[in-house]
């Protein structure tokens, strides 16, 4: 299996910047890294895709990000930053490490979720 544990979170000023992290326990060694990113759910709004980073480096981000944040992994370890400047209120949201695996010589996908941490943007 593959546990993800976050953190990071908390709250910050308009303006202000923060860093999350999201970490990879692999039990089973048939997993392979496919890519890992962040999500983020609003209080009656839909989950989004906040940035997301390949296995080769590839990224995408949220249209909302426009250049604010930068997500980066580790070399040695599937874990996950998301740097995130010039935060706003509407960046408050739970934000959520989601990660994608490949799975044994069929390579079938499996997706696993942390649990959320929170951000709050405020003044």
């Known amino acids: 299996q593959v546990q993800l544990v976050e953190s990071g979170g908390g709250v910050v000023q308009p303006g202000g910047s923060l860093t999350l992290s999201c970490a990879a326990s692999?039990?089973?060694?048939?997993?392979?890294?496919?890519?890992m990113g962040w999500y983020r759910q609003a209080p009656g709004k839909q989950r989004e895709l906040v940035a997301r980073?390949?296995?080769?480096?590839?990224?995408n981000y949220g249209d909302f990000v426009k250049g604010r944040f930068t997500i980066s992994k580790a070399d040695a370890a599937d874990t996950v930053y998301l740097q995130m400047n010039s935060l706003n209120p509407e960046d408050t949201a739970v934000y959520y490490c989601?990660?994608?695996?490949?799975?044994?010589?069929?390579?079938?996908?499996?997706?696993?979720w942390g649990q959320g941490t929170q951000v709050t943007v405020s003044s």
């Open positions: 692999v039990s089973d060694h048939m997993y392979s890294f496919n890519n």
């Open positions: 980073i390949r296995y080769n480096d590839n990224t």
């Open positions: 989601k990660a994608m695996y490949e799975y044994g010589f069929v390579l079938s996908m499996h997706d696993f």
